[in-house]
């Protein structure tokens, strides 16, 4: 199960280039807003990027931290930035690679702007969660190369974080950025002149020791001040609101 603190951390994303996932990590009691490069846009260095919360979209001025490459398949597809203020209550962690070959991962996002419903949580809404396992790791031209899983991505998870219990001390953390998935062509009917694009099953995902680098080059992220208990206190005009951290079954 996935905890419902690691659920809130997710958020859906846009910077002109379409809608997908972004999620705050915790890195030195700094939080950061994590997600896809490829949904940054033409821009590469926005200053303002929006993220929907409390049912609408919010604009939000952001630093850019650091981000990956442009070559595919997506080696290095990550943007990090810094927010004004403390975006979500909890944040994730991360790990540079605390898993095993073949163990079960779950990815969290939007597909197709879908959310579940912020039941546990007043005036939230949730990701997506789906369930994947661990493959392997190709080998590129970026170490630590990219995180490949076998299970069924859609669009809109781009951006989103990928979880696994740490085999040391069975913590939930983040060990990757979904980026894509590959396709594969399957012919229509049995006929050879007529081919249809379709899912391979494949899905792409940035390891997280990326992302830590760039953090650890440029660590400008919104400090975390004890006692905080609201999302964007004080940068939206919403009315702090206490959050009780439970369990919910994907």
């Known amino acids: ?19 997908g996932s972004a999620f705050t990590l915790e890195v030195d009691n700094k939080q950061y807003l994590i997600t896809a490069r490829h949904l940054v846009g033409e821009t590469k260095n926005p200053t303002e990027i929006r993220l929907w919360l409390f049912d609408r979209w919010h604009e939000i001025e952001v630093k850019l931290v650091g981000t990956g490459t442009d070559q595919f398949p997506p080696e290095s597809d990550f943007a990090v930035f810094a927010c004004q203020e ?38 939230l809404a949730f990701p997506l969660v ?13 170490k630590p190369g990219l995180l490949v899983l076998d299970g069924h991505n859609n ?54 020791a990326q992302i830590l680098d760039a953090i650890e080059i440029n660590p400008i992220g919104h400090p975390i001040e004890a006692g905080w208990i609201g999302p964007l206190q004080g940068l939206l005009g919403e009315p702090r609101i206490e959050h009780n951290v439970g369990q919910v079954d994907p």
């Open 155 to 208: 669009p809109g998870f781009s951006g989103g974080p990928v979880l696994a219990q740490s085999p040391e001390d069975q913590q939930i953390r983040v060990i990757g950025i979904v980026s894509g998935y590959k396709t594969d062509l399957m012919p229509i009917d049995g006929k050879d002149e007529l081919w249809v694009e379709v899912n391979a099953g494949i899905i792409y995902a940035t390891p997280m």
């Open 130 to 142: 789906k369930k994947a396992i661990v493959s392997g790791v190709m080998k590129t031209s970026i």
């Open 1 to 19: 199960m996935i905890p419902i603190d690691k659920l809130e951390c997710v958020v859906r994303f846009d910077a002109g280039q379409g809608t």
């Open 86 to 123: 403390r975006i979500t209550t909890f944040s994730q962690t991360a790990t540079r690679g605390s898993f095993y070959l073949s163990q079960d991962v779950y990815f969290l996002g939007y597909p197709y702007n879908n959310m579940t419903d912020g039941l546990w949580s007043p005036n």
